[in-house]
């Protein structure tokens, strides 16, 4: 499989090495980022080098059949309709894009007028098949609820509206309780996360979401429960931080070079 990849920073980095050590089968054809000096570090690592692409139009010239997004939600936000038209599917790690529901439609409409698929990583989170699986009777309940140091949630646009300021927190403290849409607005760093969960499950307006400041937490920690006819659920990650970006988890990184494993093999394990 031919792949193009927007984006080499922390993620980036993690998949390309992947690729460059024939770990996953995937050939990578085209580099794209805003810092050309990180793409030409990923494209060194290659003995076929990639082209070093210019601009998103010069990675839809390439004959990649896949394009990698990890870069920004504006990125995926430039990218998505275009590489579909353009018949290459996409994987893509800033599924925050997709929490806007009109946006959504429109990229689902076009997956499906060019037969094309856009692949979402579980990143730094899990559960996602088996709320898949749940959502097929009835789900009642979906909550996420995010611990993290007060230092990882200093500055959130929610708490900066309300002058809520987390130094000198003793104790763990619920910030925040609402819909995953309210969420989305009020904390974008934790975007990702809960849109995965509201995709898979039931949607952004009825997944709950709760952050919890812990000055005692070293760790970012997602947590779903889940409720519904199936039973419930319960999922706890602790996750580690990525090695080329303290904001990023290294789960998500693994996701998504996991993603392209299961785009090339003929096993397809989980839901
Ligand atoms: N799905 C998940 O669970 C999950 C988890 C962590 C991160 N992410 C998302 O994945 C993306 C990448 O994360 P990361 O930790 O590798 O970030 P990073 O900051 O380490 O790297 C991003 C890279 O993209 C480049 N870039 C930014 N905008 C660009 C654009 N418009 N065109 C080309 N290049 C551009 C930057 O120069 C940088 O090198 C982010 O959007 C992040 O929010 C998703």
Redesign the pocket.
């Known amino acids: 499989m031919k792949v193009a990849l927007?984006?080499?920073?922390?993620?980036?980095s993690v998949l390309a090495r992947a690729m460059a050590e024939h770990r996953v089968e995937a050939e990578l054809v085209s580099v794209?980022?805003?810092?050309r000096e990180?793409a030409a570090g990923l494209a060194s690592l290659f003995e076929k080098k990639p082209a070093l692409a210019s601009s998103?139009e010069e990675v839809l010239s390439s004959d990649a059949e896949l394009v990698i997004e990890?870069?920004?939600?504006?990125?995926?936000r430039?990218l998505l309709i275009p590489a579909l038209r353009s018949g290459r599917d996409v994987l893509l790690?800033?599924?925050?894009a997709l929490a806007d529901v009109e946006f959504l439609r429109q990229v689902e409409g076009t997956a499906a007028e060019h037969r094309r698929k856009v692949h979402i990583?579980?990143?730094?989170?899990g559960a996602l098949d088996a709320l898949k699986s749940a959502r097929e009777a009835e789900l009642e309940e979906v909550r996420l609820v995010t611990t993290k140091p007060p230092s990882a949630l200093e500055g959130a646009p929610y708490l900066a509206q309300r002058g809520i300021s987390l130094a000198g927190l003793r104790e763990r403290r619920v910030v925040f309780s609402g819909s995953a849409l309210e969420a989305i607005a009020g904390f974008p760093a934790n975007?990702?996360?809960a849109v995965?969960v509201s995709l898979a499950g039931v949607g952004v307006e009825r997944t709950k979401v709760e952050i919890v400041a812990d000055p005692h937490a070293r760790r970012n920690v997602h947590e779903v429960f889940a409720r519904g006819s199936f039973g419930e659920l319960h999922l706890r990650v602790e996750n580690l931080p990525?090695p080329?970006?303290p904001?990023?988890?290294h789960l998500?990184?693994l996701?998504a070079i996991a993603t392209l494993r299961r785009l090339s093999t003929p096993l397809q394990v989980g839901t």
Do not use: M, Q, Y
């Open positions: 927007v984006g080499c920073g922390a993620i980036g794209f980022d805003l810092s990180k998103l990890a870069a920004s939600v504006r990125a995926a430039e790690l800033s599924v925050g990583p579980s990143g730094a989170i975007v990702n996360v995965a990525s080329g970006n904001k990023t988890s998500a990184a996701s």
